[in-house]
């Protein structure tokens, strides 16, 4: 069982930073993959980043190539998502989820979920 808890969020304007983190609890946590979903009102959710256990070639959809970075300090148990350049399409709820396979964006692949943390970026 792994529970997971996003933190982070706010209001930010467009071109600034964010940094999400996904703090878990459970003792396997290092050998999970941790994705960042987002939705976005009316929107469905989306797959945002992902990265595996051992951290090796992080997967990013790409409306977010060059300016989010994923990465994750297993002895924290604790996966971060640096938000840089954000844009107001960037405004959404923001999960952390995890699985025990490789990184997959399809969300149905993870087996639990954050309760999700706000991002809103103005112009």
């Known amino acids: 069982q792994v529970q997971l808890v996003e933190s982070g969020g706010g209001l930010v304007q467009a071109g600034g930073s964010l940094r999400l983190s996904c703090a878990a609890s459970?003792?396997?946590?290092?050998?999970?993959?941790v994705g960042w979903f987002r939705q976005a009102p009316g929107k469905e959710r989306e797959f945002v980043a992902a990265?595996?256990?051992?951290?090796?070639?992080?997967l990013y959809t790409d409306s977010v190539k060059g300016r989010f970075t994923i990465s994750r300090v297993n002895a924290k148990s604790t996966v971060y998502l640096q938000m840089n350049s954000l844009k107001p399409e960037d405004t959404a709820v923001y999960y952390c989820?995890?699985?025990?396979?490789?990184?997959?964006?399809?969300?149905?692949?993870?087996?639990?979920w954050g309760q999700g943390t706000q991002v809103t970026v103005s112009s």
């Open positions: 989820a995890a699985t025990a396979g490789l990184p997959r964006s399809a969300g149905q692949f993870y087996s639990y």
């Open positions: 990265i595996s256990w051992s951290a090796g070639s992080p």
């Open positions: 459970g003792r396997t946590f290092s050998s999970y993959t």
